[in-house]
């Protein structure tokens, strides 16, 4: 027992001291290759070797592959030459000897390129095979696939221009951490394959066998890319990673704070503003952002004028990530948000009720709130006034869950005492909590049903999946479908039609007399295309009619919807026609468009201060359900 404690004591002090120590390095080049600009792996020796000594590294590095000694000395081998995968003879098998007794292996853009691609990715985790695979010089969308590893964590998604690989020779054991679009015949400009978003190849990953590390990335196509202090604190970490030691030891302030909102990727929320194009008359400021709330989807004010938010950070999967089930606490939550010093924008936020999943929609009641969370709505009550919910009572039950995003939604209290929601092509049907009741199968369309748990019904059956519905000053009910229509009105309820209908006579009718949309920007990058009513509504969300009473008299009755796939807010002007309305355009464009594609307006609500207030999703995928390929996660 002595002997092995005395062991113990030993080995700890010698991690301790290595982890203490500097980090040691090679940088093995090679001759530049391509282009200006482009495979500069000497221009790389001369500046990363000073980067990564100032960082606390002790560095050595030449055009060639370093010696048995050199690697004696060395704890990381970086790679990034022209096909540095090229190894024979005795420099493999000090290669092979430092992998064995430790070493890490970083290995950057064509550096993954040999002769050998059998032997490479046994020690790297993936290799270039001549002639199979292939490249793509251009622009690129970079998506990090595990948000979790200490290498990304905490990174966002972002577009640069450089070149990608595909069909690269890889094991199953590599853990992929980076993937993009790879080029296909669906996306085809003339001779030239473009990135398709049909499959995806992976870009970045680590691996790890036996005793020794390997990270990977194939940026680096273009130098400036090194440039960018988001890729820079990625590739730094990744070094760290392979030479176990501290993951952000060699990162600085700066490149970390880059990581969240890096060039070519989403926009710090102060900087938003600077991406909308706004009716002249209106000014947007910023009421409330990340990281104080994530994705929101409904929002409300209390009698005491605190904005209370549904926030759904794992939308749409939940705890279902990657098809399976993730045995742990539901992670949506409702929020009330606070401006504790007065200055307009939410500082101060305490968490009403959390453990939700996929919730949709709330509105308020007696000491709580009622919740859509298909396939239940119920009642979140806080009976000891201490701001917190601590009962919940089911009300209904039944309500579709195949698809996530078209579920109940979009709740309203309306002057008849009923509440108002939107259901999409889920459906369902639904039954009182206890089972006792039966209220049929519901609709895609408009529902209402009372706060008690005693009665629902269908107010308007339309085909599609709606999403949003408002109650006029006049008691006129009003909803959206995502696709096609953006505005229809409830002529008739179904309760009442159904005493008497005549032919094909609908409960509702669609009142635009326009269908177009016009965004601030192009959408050159087929992930951002729109898959139909291309040019139109095909997410058209939420549903405001305009009553603050705070904005000049012609703006009353106006109706605005949320369209997130082209990242624009549109207003419609509503006038009595008949039994029913028109709804028309003002000017040619939209009241609020962005040329931001992380945009994605949800919903909008009239504040107590009569300001619109507009809930932005921000997210880079906004379909959710994408036939076209790869899952959107």
């Not at 000694?69 to 420099?91: K, M, N, P, S, W």
């Not at 054991?173 to 398709?196: C, M, V, W």
């Not at 919903?603 to 790869?630: E, K, S, T």
Request: aromatic share 12%; charged share 25%; with cysteine.
């Amino acid at each position: 027992m002595t002997r092995v404690f005395v062991f113990l004591l030993c080995f700890l002090a010698a991690m301790t001291a290595r982890a203490d120590s500097p980090l040691r390095i090679y940088i093995r080049a090679g001759e530049k290759t391509h282009g200006p600009g482009q495979h500069d792996a000497p221009q790389f020796l001369k500046d990363w070797k000073p980067l990564l000594e100032s960082r606390g590294a002790k560095v050595d590095g030449s055009l060639n592959f370093p010696t048995a000694a050199q690697l004696e000395a060395t704890d990381v081998l970086i790679t990034y030459c022209h096909f540095g995968a090229t190894i024979h003879g005795q420099d493999r098998t000090n290669l092979e000897a430092f992998l064995k007794r430790g070493g890490g292996l970083v290995v950057m853009h064509d550096a993954v390129g040999g002769d050998d691609p059998q032997w490479f990715k046994t020690i790297a985790g993936g290799a270039w095979e001549y002639p199979k695979s292939k490249f793509f010089e251009g622009k690129i969308s970079f998506y990090y696939q595990d948000h979790n590893h200490p290498v990304t964590r905490g990174a966002s998604n972002f577009d640069l221009d450089d070149e990608m690989y595909w069909d690269l020779q890889m094991l199953p054991e590599a853990h992929i951490l980076a993937a993009t679009y790879q080029p296909d015949a669906r996306n085809k400009h003339g001779a030239k394959l473009f990135p398709s978003i049909y499959d995806i190849a992976p870009q970045m990953w680590t691996y790890e066998h036996d005793n020794h590390r390997a990270f990977v990335s194939l940026l680096g196509h273009n130098y400036k890319t090194f440039n960018l202090p988001h890729v820079r604190a990625v590739l730094l970490r990744g070094i760290a990673w392979a030479g176990k030691r501290d993951i952000d030891s060699l990162v600085s302030k700066e490149e970390l704070a880059s990581l969240r909102y890096p060039e070519g990727g989403p926009t710090a929320p102060e900087k938003a503003a600077a991406s909308f194009i706004v009716h002249p008359d209106f000014e947007v400021s910023l009421v409330a952002s990340e990281p104080l709330i994530q994705k929101p989807i409904s929002m409300d004010w209390d009698p005491q004028g605190r904005l209370w938010v549904a926030e759904t950070p794992e939308y749409p999967a939940g705890r279902f990530a990657n098809g399976t089930f993730e045995d742990r606490p539901a992670r949506d939550r409702i929020s009330i948000l606070e401006d504790s010093n007065h200055d307009g924008r939410m500082d101060k936020k305490s968490v009403f009720a959390d453990g939700l999943e996929l919730i949709t929609s709330f509105v308020f009641y007696k000491d709580g709130v009622i919740v859509a969370q298909a396939p239940d709505i119920f009642w979140l009550r806080d009976t000891n006034h201490d701001g917190r919910a601590e009962t919940k009572i089911p009300l209904y039950k039944g309500f579709g869950t195949f698809d996530r995003h078209a579920v109940v939604s979009n709740m309203r209290w309306s002057m008849d005492g009923w509440i108002y929601a939107t259901l999409g092509y889920s459906r369902g049907h639904v039954t009182s909590a206890d089972g006792k009741k039966d209220f049929g199968d519901l609709m895609s369309g408009v529902i209402r049903f009372r706060p008690d748990g005693s009665a629902m019904e269908q107010v308007a059956s339309k085909n599609g999946n709606t999403w949003g519905v408002d109650i006029a000053p006049d008691g006129e009910v009003f909803f959206t479908q995502a696709n096609g229509a953006h505005i229809n009105h409830v002529v008739i309820p179904e309760t009442d039609l159904a005493r008497g209908k005549v032919g094909n006579t609908t409960s509702y009718k669609q009142i635009e007399d326009h269908d177009r949309v016009v965004p601030a920007r192009s959408y050159d990058q087929q992930a951002y295309e729109q898959i139909d009513f291309v040019g139109g509504f095909t997410g058209a969300a939420g549903c405001c009619i305009y009553n603050g009473g705070a904005w000049p008299e012609k703006y009353n009755y106006t109706h605005f919807v949320c369209e997130p796939t082209v990242n624009i807010v549109h207003q419609d002007f509503v006038r009595a026609n008949g039994v029913t309305f028109i709804a028309s355009k003002e000017r040619t464009n939209e009241f609020l468009a962005s040329t931001d594609l992380w945009f994605r307006p949800i919903h909008a609500r009239v504040g107590p201060d009569g300001a619109l207030y507009i809930l932005d999703f921000y997210n880079q995928a906004i379909v959710h359900n994408d036939p076209r390929g790869p899952r959107h996660g």
